[in-house]
């Protein structure tokens, strides 16, 4: 997602096409892995608590796959030769924070069973930097506010963008506290 925003902002449609193409393949295969895990778990040997820890686990995971699908969704749509360059800007930067919250948030699922102090570590982490997510978009808002952009429409798709950017920041959020709260039981 990160690599398409890079491409549209810096007007390299093909690249950016082939990124998208990218982001929703990923998109199916995590709904496919979505469908196999919870299958997994529901016929697995957990104890039902568990078997619900992991299933809403999987599921907010799901949901920051889903909004970086939606995200280039509206991306593919938003004409950026009529943004301003400090909208492109804050478009960049929140993309590249999400990145950096979703790499975070790898890591602390990755580190919930055989090092759980680094997995809480992640997770304070992705809390911590995913206000500064919401002070970025807090910005734009204010530059849409300020900027004359040439069409109203143009306006709209930028909003549906940053909404989704901020999803997916959410997302990344909530799948860290599932992990707090799968810790906690243990």
Do not use: Y
């Amino acid at each position: 997602m990160e690599k398409a925003v890079a491409a549209a902002v810096n007007n390299k449609m093909e690249d950016m096409r082939t990124c998208i193409e990218r982001v929703a393949s990923n998109e199916r295969e995590a709904d496919m892995l979505r469908r196999k895990v919870m299958d997994e778990v529901s016929r697995g040997e957990l104890s039902p608590t568990a078997r619900e820890d992991i299933m809403h686990l999987v599921k907010r995971v799901d949901m920051v796959v889903d909004w970086s699908r939606e995200s280039t969704r509206v991306l593919s749509v938003l004409p950026m030769e009529d943004l301003p360059k400090s909208i492109r800007g804050g478009i960049m930067e929140t993309a590249k924070g999400i990145k950096e919250r979703a790499i975070l948030l790898q890591k602390c699922v990755n580190k919930l069973l055989t090092e759980p102090e680094e997995a809480l570590q992640a997770a304070d982490a992705v809390e911590r930097e995913e206000e500064k997510v919401d002070d970025l978009h807090e910005k734009v808002r204010m530059l849409l506010g300020k900027e004359n952009l040439p069409k109203a429409g143009v306006a709209v798709l930028v909003g549906q963008l940053f909404e989704a950017l901020e999803m997916i920041e959410d997302s990344c959020e909530d799948a860290c506290d599932q992990v707090r709260v799968i810790m906690v039981r243990r």
